[in-house]
């Protein structure tokens, strides 16, 4: 599959995971990206080892926590962390993993992208749902365009 069709198939599915939400919803990317997921109509379970709760929502430790198995996972851990989060995927057959990653590195981790790959994961190595996902906000459609302009989105 190309970018485009793993970005679809990513979206397409209905219980998804946000790996890396934060207890300061000010400072984390995984917050917004966790609430538009909510907002449009999906089952997402934020992820966090060190949080009770995100958005006044139960948190979970780990993927295996969750009451359903997450359909994909959009990580938006320190790069660091990636790696055990791909683990996690692969131990628990979730079949899908976007990496946050616009400007800089983001939580981008070749070794944990490859990690998935060779497990046979759709692996999304660049991007933000929030340029993807329905009544996406005029900021992050530029960010969109011109990451595909440059071929930063593969």
Same mark, same amino acid.
């Given at each position: ?50 949080? !009770? ?9 780990? /993927? *295996? ?8 996972? @959009? $990580? ?33 981790? !070749? ?9 046979? /994961? *759709? ?8 340029? @993807? $996902? ?21």
């Amino acid at each position: 599959m190309n970018y485009e069709e793993r970005v679809r198939d990513f979206l397409n599915q209905k219980v998804i995971a946000i790996a890396g939400v934060s207890r300061n919803p000010k400072t984390e990317v995984g917050n917004a990206i966790y609430k538009k997921f909510k907002d449009a109509g999906y089952t997402v379970y934020p992820i966090n080892p060190f949080a !009770e709760s995100i958005e006044g929502d139960k948190c979970y430790p780990s /993927l *295996s926590s969750t009451p359903e198995k997450a359909d994909a996972v @959009f $990580i938006t851990t320190n790069p660091s962390a990636s790696i055990e989060v791909v683990k996690q995927c692969v131990d628990n057959g979730i079949q899908r993993i976007w990496f946050h990653r616009s400007i800089g590195v983001g939580s981008f981790s !070749e070794a944990a992208a490859r990690l998935g790959e060779e497990n046979g /994961l *759709s692996v999304i190595r660049a991007g933000c749902p929030m340029m @993807f $996902i329905k009544d996406a906000d005029f900021g992050h459609k530029m960010m969109a365009f011109f990451m595909r302009l440059f071929g930063k989105l593969k």
